[in-house]
Nanobody, 128 residues
């Protein structure tokens, strides 16, 4: 089991950048596929990005089309942390961002019910 805590959210102007962090507990953190999701007011939670565990071809990354080329997911297993670097932020990126983890044997998972562990979320607000 793993517990996740996000940080790094805040208010930023359009075109700016933020880096979110998600720190996990447990010695098996490196064996989990990790992901970021987001949920805007009145909308369903949606997939943003995922990174496989390090033993899976060195950590493959998958992105939602809406963030491809602007966001980068990475992980530091030594510190049990996964990051989401967000550049060229737009007002439509405003949402609560959640970190998630799964021990599934397949990679590239994009559905919320495929992830067993979730953080509490961190608010990102992009002003126009």
């Amino acid at each position: 089991q793993v517990q996740l805590v996000e940080s790094g959210g805040g208010l930023v102007q359009a075109g700016g950048s933020l880096r979110l962090s998600c720190t996990g507990s447990g010695r098996t953190f490196s064996t989990y596929h990790m992901a970021w999701f987001r949920q805007a007011p009145g909308k369903e939670r949606e997939f943003v990005a995922t990174i496989t565990w390090s033993g899976w071809s060195g950590g493959n990354r998958y992105y939602a089309d809406a963030v491809k080329g602007r966001f980068t997911i990475s992980r530091d297993n030594a510190n049990n942390t996964v990051y989401l670097q967000m550049n060229r932020l737009q007002p439509e990126d405003t949402a609560v961002y959640y970190c998630a983890a799964t021990g599934a044997v397949v990679a590239g998972l994009t559905q919320t019910d495929q992830y067993a562990y979730w953080g509490q979320g961190t608010q990102v607000t992009v002003s126009s």
